[in-house]
């Protein structure tokens, strides 16, 4: 174990920030060399006149850095140089495009970390219907798609209908899953350096797409009950956002449900300044609220998405986007242009998949699959703070003191499982500190995978901050 000690007398902030920086600067001349054992925490405390607090907060930075790595029981190391460098996806540049995810999913590690459609054998369905359109439509699956047909249309009717609300056929755009739609509408409404406004934690992959095509984020405070309207038009009046970007209901990862009260508050504020609005209802449709949407309130100024990847199958990339009047065909043209086009396979896939009621079928039983597993996550997390609803794939999950989101993910990694800090959902920069990761259930091929990867995270939050460093 290392006999170095810092001098807290050096540089400026917070004692926890003073000595976090000062290990980092040590790690980096090699007076903390790669390997080396950091002090326990009790020990280092006691040496420098500081709380066990302060050098709590200083070793997760650490790990928040990717400077060390714990094991319970054996204390706190520092990481070998090369093995931090050898990971592009660690890179500040790579991050900021990709998200805190690896670019390339580890091996052997439970995917929590992901809400796909879970595994129910669905892939027989897909084989049966691919195999009748490849019998019923050789000459169109081997050539361009130059057309669309009436039925992908109608497909996406009745899959983005919700409540009393259904689109009409003309406004519908078949896509390559809900993301591919929401870029297509950003790319027909805005130019490089305009305004998309995002709640601080969101589906943070579009603000990351839309910043990498040169838009620029707006942010908007939310609570437990969604967007807060007065921050909304506060955003509206001092930056001037061309687009909104919201979840009305089942907010990922949050949870939250706007009431009819917010709805209608919102669509008021984007028609007084005249915000577009894109409603993503991926999570909504699979909870089957009453309250309406958005997109009844404010139909002239409101895109609805919703896609096939959480409640069918992820991999077919199927997709609809129900655009306001006359807008169809300008989606339609720029979907072409930003993907390359509709792979004609997988559009009538999709379309088949609904239309016959297969999709309604799979969806019915992943849907018991997940009541199952949310149930599971509830039973053994008991008596931790989180958000959960039967119908959805994941929860939001709280942290106790002393964990911090990315050292507690860290962790999980350590112990085997793979899951979202609150950094992976942040759609732009954001000072918002909530100490929370998402837990993504759907994934893992079978239910005893489940309860394996949540015993790990019970254990985790059972043991503390002996989950990444020994005290002893």
Not at 98 to 117: C, H, M, N, V
Not at 298 to 327: M, N, Q, Y
Request: glycine residues 8%; contains cysteine.
């Amino acid at each position: 174990m290392t006999k170095w000690l810092p001098d807290l007398q050096e540089g400026s902030g917070p004692l926890y920030t003073r000595l976090a920086d000062q290990m980092e600067k040590a790690i980096e001349t090699g007076d903390l060399p790669s390997g080396s054992k950091l002090p326990p925490q009790r020990n280092l405390a006691y040496d420098v006149g500081v709380t066990i607090g302060t050098v709590s907060r200083a070793y997760s930075l650490l790990h928040e850095r990717g400077l060390v790595n714990g094991e319970v029981g054996r204390g706190t190391y520092v990481l070998k140089r090369d093995d931090e460098g050898a990971q592009d996806d660690q890179y500040p540049v790579s991050t900021s495009i990709a998200g805190t995810r690896p670019l390339q999913a580890p091996s052997g590690k439970i995917r929590f970390d992901s809400t796909a459609a879970p595994d129910l054998g669905q892939s027989e369905t897909i084989a049966e219907i691919t195999s009748e359109i490849m019998r019923d439509c050789p000459h169109d699956v081997a050539g361009y798609t130059r057309t669309s047909p009436d039925h992908w249309q109608q497909a996406g009717v009745r899959w983005l209908s919700y409540g009393d609300w259904a689109p009409t056929p003309d406004s519908i755009v078949p896509t390559l899953g809900a993301h591919a739609g929401i870029m297509s509408i950003i790319a027909v409404l805005t130019n490089p350096g305009d305004r998309i406004a995002f709640e601080h934690h969101t589906y943070s992959q579009v603000s990351r797409a839309a910043g990498l095509v040169g838009r620029r984020i707006s942010l908007v405070n939310s609570d437990a009950h969604g967007v807060i309207p007065d921050d909304f038009e506060r955003a509206c009046v001092q930056e001037h956002p061309k687009i909104a970007f919201f979840m009305s209901s089942v907010q990922n990862p949050t949870l939250a449900t706007m009431p009819l009260e917010r709805r209608e508050a919102i669509a008021a504020i984007a028609r007084k300044y005249n915000v577009w609005l894109i409603e993503d209802n991926l999570y909504g449709a699979m909870d089957k609220g009453d309250i309406p949407l958005i997109a009844t309130l404010a139909p002239e100024r409101t895109f609805v998405v919703d896609g096939l990847s959480k409640s069918v199958s992820a991999g077919i990339r199927g997709g609809w986007v129900a655009c306001p009047p006359h807008l169809a065909q300008r989606v339609r043209v720029a979907h072409k242009m930003t993907t390359g086009g509709m792979p004609f396979l997988l559009a009538e896939l999709s379309a088949r998949l609904v239309l016959s009621g297969a999709a309604d079928v799979i969806w019915e039983r992943c849907r018991a699959e997940i009541n199952v597993r949310e149930a599971m996550a509830r039973e053994i997390l008991a008596g931790y703070d989180l958000n959960s609803n039967p119908d959805i794939p994941f929860l939001w999950l709280k942290l106790p003191d002393p964990w911090l989101s990315a050292t507690f993910k860290n962790a999980a990694y350590a112990d085997g499982l793979l899951l979202d800090d609150e950094a992976e959902f942040k759609a732009g920069r954001s000072e918002k500190i909530i100490h929370r990761v998402r837990i993504g259930f759907s994934s893992p091929s079978s239910r005893q995978e489940v309860n394996d990867g949540l015993r790990i995270v019970r254990s985790l939050l059972d043991n503390g901050s002996g989950g990444y460093d020994s005290l002893a």
